[in-house]
Structures are given as C-alpha cells and as structure tokens.
C-alpha cells in the first residue's frame, strides 16, 4: 500500500504554468508505475479506469505522454523526497479538472494506489 498526497493545484489564467507535486509514502525509484490522472469538470466522480491518464514514469525511467498533453506537460520524479512532480506549461481551459497521483506496483491493469486529488482550475 502507497499513501500519496497531492499539492499543488489552483485556480491560472490560460497559458500560464502550475507544477503540481505528489508525496509518497515509499521509494519512488522502486514502484514499477506512477501517474498522474485527471477528472474533468462532472458532478459525478467516474470510476478510478476511467480517468485520463496525463503522464506516466516508470521504475526504469521511461515516460508517457497522450497527445492531449505531449510538449506542454512534463513528469519528473525526486528520490530524495519520494516526490513525483507534473509541470503544466500552457495550461488550457480544457485541462481545468481534478488531478490525481497514482502508483502501481504491476506493469498492467488499473492503478492500485491513489491520491485524493488537488484541482486545478485554468480560465480562459
């Protein structure tokens, strides 16, 4: 079991940048997946397999990015402080949700461990 805990969110006109950070409770270097995740704007929360994926690292350094977010987001991980951090360069209204951290000890299927969420706000 993972606790993550998220900063770093609030409210940024478009174009500006926010990075957001998330906590963890174990070594980050040594969990085979971490994430970040968002909600978009809704008043029902979806299921934790149906948020949209933003960025990925994993153990062995390697990094994804969906199209929505390549050359404007940037994940990058400290071992130091058992940190993981998303810089958000450019932010649009359309990246306006809730952003979750998430860490995964296998190579597939749902992450299993999640943050709380700090939301990010960006207006046009």
């Known amino acids: 079991q993972v606790q993550l805990v998220e900063s770093g969110g609030g409210l940024v006109q478009a174009g500006e940048s926010l990075r957001l950070s998330c906590k963890s409770s174990?070594?980050?270097?040594?969990?085979?997946?971490m994430g970040w995740f968002r909600q978009n704007p809704g008043p029902v929360r979806v299921p934790v397999n149906q948020r949209e994926k933003v960025a990925q690292i994993l153990s062995g350094g390697g990094k994804w990015y969906p199209d929505s977010t390549a050359g404007r987001f940037s994940i990058s991980r400290d071992g130091a402080q058992n940190t993981i951090y998303l810089q958000m360069n450019d932010l649009k209204p359309e990246d306006t949700g809730i952003y979750y951290c998430?860490?995964?000890?296998?190579?597939?299927?749902?992450?299993?461990?999640w943050g709380p969420g700090t939301q990010v706000t960006v207006s046009s």
């Open positions: 174990e070594a980050v270097f040594n969990i085979n997946r």
């Open positions: 998430a860490a995964s000890y296998e190579w597939f299927d749902t992450y299993e461990n």
